[in-house]
Structures are given as structure tokens and as C-alpha cells.
């Protein structure tokens, strides 16, 4: 018996990992962040209809799967707070100049292990790749 309800429901982690991993598989390189959401999307709308999930929750998710790596292009920031990966505080990264004064020189963050040079932290563009492709036997 089917559950009629209009509401979008949320699938659980665990499901939009495995279809993620999926999606993945066939494309290896995915290199825009809503192109990504549509094929999730489209892909959990097949096994239920009300299903979806939305882009910041689909990149924490892959950001978590393994095997799959996030990368990210950034531009200048102004004050860098987030990680434009995983939204996690960022670290300074400091190094001594050539007078010995610690300097900071760029970012870091300790979840994800995104980092920047200097404030280049605001997102531009996600990419996403599986990383078992390059495993994957050729045919000679
Ligand atoms: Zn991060």
C-alpha cells in the first residue's frame, strides 16, 4: 500500500549516499553542482516519487561517501568564516615572513581538508569525482 501524502519526504542518508555512488559510477566526473542534484534527484524520484534532496545536503553527503572526492573553485572572500565545501569553521594557515612575523597566508579546514591560498574561500563552482574509476581493468 502506497502512503498518499503531498509532502516531499526526506530520504535518509544511507539512500542518497547509494545513489550518489550510483550516479558516480556511470558519470566519474561530475563538474557542477546542480547537475549533480538533477541526477540524484531523478534517480530517487524513480524509486519514489516524493523523494528529493536539496544541494548544500547532497554535498555534505558526498563529502562523507567514500570514494567520491569534492573539489571546489573558488574566488576572493572577504572574510573567510566557512568552508565552502562542508560549511566547518576554517583554520588560519600561518607561516613566519622573511622579518620572523607569523603571517597568515591562507585557510584550512579540519573536517574536509579543504584549503585555500589567502581568502579565495567563496564557491564558484563543486566539482565531483569517483575515485574507483582509474581502478577500473581495461579490455587489452
Ligand atoms: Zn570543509
Do not use: W
Not at 96 to 111: D, E
Request: proline residues 3%; aromatic residues 8%; positive net charge.
Amino acid at each position: 500500500m502506497k502512503m498518499q501524502h503531498g509532502d516531499r519526504k526526506i530520504a535518509k542518508d544511507e539512500v542518497i549516499s547509494f545513489v550518489l555512488k550510483e550516479v558516480m559510477k556511470e558519470k566519474v566526473v561530475v563538474e557542477s553542482q546542480s547537475e549533480l542534484v538533477f541526477l540524484v534527484n531523478r534517480r530517487l524520484s524513480k524509486a519514489d516519487n516524493a523523494y528529493s534532496v536539496s544541494a548544500q545536503r547532497l554535498r555534505m553527503i558526498a563529502v562523507k561517501t567514500p570514494y567520491i572526492r569534492v573539489t571546489v573553485e573558488t574566488r576572493e572572500g572577504k572574510q573567510p568564516e566557512k568552508c565552502p565545501v562542508c560549511l566547518h569553521a576554517l583554520k588560519k594557515r600561518k607561516m613566519k615572513n622573511l622579518r620572523g612575523k607569523r603571517i597568515v597566508y591562507g585557510y584550512i579546514c579540519l573536517r574536509c581538508g579543504f584549503k585555500a591560498e589567502g581568502t579565495s574561500t567563496l564557491p564558484r563552482k563543486y566539482v565531483f569525482t569517483y575515485l574507483h574509476a582509474e581502478k577500473r581493468k581495461s579490455h587489452k
